[in-house]
């Protein structure tokens, strides 16, 4: 019966997390079900207690701050991470074949990106580092560094 209501209560606090956001009740309800699974093994009362207590208070303090950390490690000020080619723009490139305003070819870490000069007066020579400035499509279009 203890399993039944401690499983209930950590599945009740992880629904209850939606409405949060701060990991908390996420982090109590899954010490919650843990303790479920002590008092299904037959653990007393007072060590189901016991046990809450040492799973909640670890969960809360250790694990909560390593997870928040994960997850906003990217973002500042609640601005979600760029991904994809958003990710490329204002990264350095190094010019593979001379880019002018309708054709070239730059490397952005590992990859050969086809490249166009964001300045239609630019003549990039090979070896040039360039700042990515957009991604049109599937093509770079990039900026000379001084």
Do not use: C, Y
């Amino acid at each position: 019966m203890a399993a039944l209501v401690w499983l209930i209560a950590g599945v009740l606090l992880v629904a209850a997390e939606a409405t949060s956001g701060e990991f908390v009740l996420l982090m109590l309800g899954l010490a919650a079900m843990g303790t479920a699974g002590a008092a299904a093994l037959g653990a007393p009362l007072w060590l189901d207690a016991v046990i809450f207590a040492a799973l909640s208070g670890g969960l809360v303090f250790l694990a909560r701050p390593a997870v928040k950390r994960r997850l906003l490690r990217e973002t500042t000020e609640g601005i979600e991470p760029r991904t994809n080619v958003d990710a490329l723009i204002g990264k350095r490139a190094t010019v593979e074949s001379a880019v002018d305003a309708h054709d070239g070819r730059v490397r952005i870490g590992g990859d050969v990106w086809s490249a166009r000069s964001f300045d239609e007066t630019q003549v990039l020579d090979v070896g040039r580092t360039v700042m990515v400035m957009e991604i049109s499509g599937a093509v770079a279009v990039v900026w000379a560094e001084p």
